[in-house]
């Protein structure tokens, strides 16, 4: 059992280029989410997802592009990247009543922007 | 703006003592707590969650949790070099996301 997948690991981006961070999870769980991590800071929301077909924005969306066409995968899409983007980026999954259950965490892709 | 505050630190423990967390909430609508591990360059793992109000135990850890004081927090027994890391408190309430604090590093030295 797998649990949340990220690729890639690691990631360098010029200014302006563009990527898209791979998340897919075997849980069968309807919440996804994507969050950043600063150095010292805590996690920041992205997007969030309740299901196929359904994306909301978080708390710092701006940049960012989400898509959520199967249970399984949820993308992130940089479009024309930016330094204030260096970051690592989590994505985690969740059951039930999402936030209200335990969410499970990939390994992260730590991304930066040259 | 719902938040979650923690102290961040770092707590500086010796080998076999406890170690105190805490945290506090700003939203009196939120349900449900959780405690995370974080060690240096990984992701977070699930230590506990607590739904009520009162002690939770799981072996070494046990979480409190008083909803009319807002705050929450874990409690590590006999702590070891191995529980030194960064420890995220997060609160849920009726928008079923997740608000994270901005954790507490804890160090423990032999």
């Known amino acids: 059992n797998a649990g949340v997948t990220q690729t890639p690991k690691f990631r360098i981006l010029k200014i302006g280029q563009s990527m898209t961070l791979q998340c897919t999870q075997d849980?069968?769980?309807?919440?996804m989410y994507w969050y950043r991590q600063d150095p010292g800071m805590g996690l920041k929301l992205i997007y969030y997802?309740?299901?196929?077909?359904?994306?909301d924005k978080g708390e710092v969306p701006n940049g960012y592009n989400v898509s959520r066409s199967t249970t399984e995968d949820f993308p992130l899409r940089l479009e024309l990247a930016a330094p204030s983007q260096t970051s690592v980026y989590f994505c985690a999954s969740s059951t039930g009543t999402g936030g209200h259950q335990p969410q499970h965490f990939g390994d992260g892709t730590r991304l930066s922007i040259l | 703006q719902k938040e979650v505050e923690q102290n961040s630190g770092p707590l500086s423990v010796p080998e076999g003592a406890i170690a105190s967390l805490n945290c506090t909430y700003s939203?009196?609508?939120?349900?449900?707590f959780f405690w995370y591990r974080q060690y240096s360059g990984k992701s977070p793992e699930l230590i506990m969650s607590i739904y009520s109000n009162g002690d939770k135990e799981d072996g070494r850890f046990t979480a409190q949790l008083n909803k009319a004081s807002q705050y929450v927090s874990l409690l590590i027994r006999d702590s070891q070099p191995s529980d030194s890391a960064t420890y995220l408190c997060a609160a849920t309430g009726g928008s079923y996301i997740p608000t994270f604090g901005r954790g507490t590093s804890l160090i423990v030295h032999p």
């Open positions: 997802s309740v299901g196929a077909g359904i994306t």
């Open positions: 939203d009196r609508g939120s349900q449900s």
């Open positions: 849980m069968n769980h309807n919440y």
